[in-house]
């Protein structure tokens, strides 16, 4: 079965850091571009970053640029979201998404996703 298994979120303060995880199950991320989204309540899911399936593209959005980073490890067969610098904003559930082939920042060119994770950001 094709799956993932995202970790890492949580309450955080404003101003501190969460490392996001996701998990691959039954398929190698070799080749697959992935992405990070996020959902707000009340608002569309929106794009966070992409890293193409080499792993030497990188795709930020202009909201969590120099603040988060994305990044795969294909010996655990996982990818992260260093996420710094957090601010209220940020709070959604994050959700991890694999196309293969090239990297897009588009939502609905991801066939396969994760079930999400919270983050909430909050004094």
């Known amino acids: 079965q094709l799956q993932f298994v995202e970790s890492g979120g949580g309450l955080v303060q404003p101003g501190g850091s969460l490392t996001l995880s996701c998990a691959a199950s039954?398929?190698?991320?070799?080749?697959?571009?992935i992405g990070w989204f996020r959902q707000a309540p009340g608002k569309e899911r929106e794009f966070v970053a992409t890293?193409?399936?080499?792993?030497?593209?990188?795709v930020y959005s202009d909201s969590v640029k120099g603040r988060f980073t994305i990044s795969k490890d294909m010996s655990q067969n996982t990818l992260y979201l260093q996420m710094t610098d957090l601010r209220p904003e940020d709070t959604a559930v994050y959700y991890c998404?694999?196309?293969?082939?090239?990297?897009?920042?588009?939502?609905?060119?991801?066939?396969?996703w994760g079930r999400g994770t919270q983050v909430t950001v909050s004094s």
């Open positions: 890293i193409s399936y080499g792993g030497r593209r990188t």
């Open positions: 039954g398929f190698t991320l070799d080749y697959y571009a």
């Open positions: 998404a694999a196309r293969y082939g090239s990297t897009t920042t588009i939502a609905n060119q991801y066939p396969r």
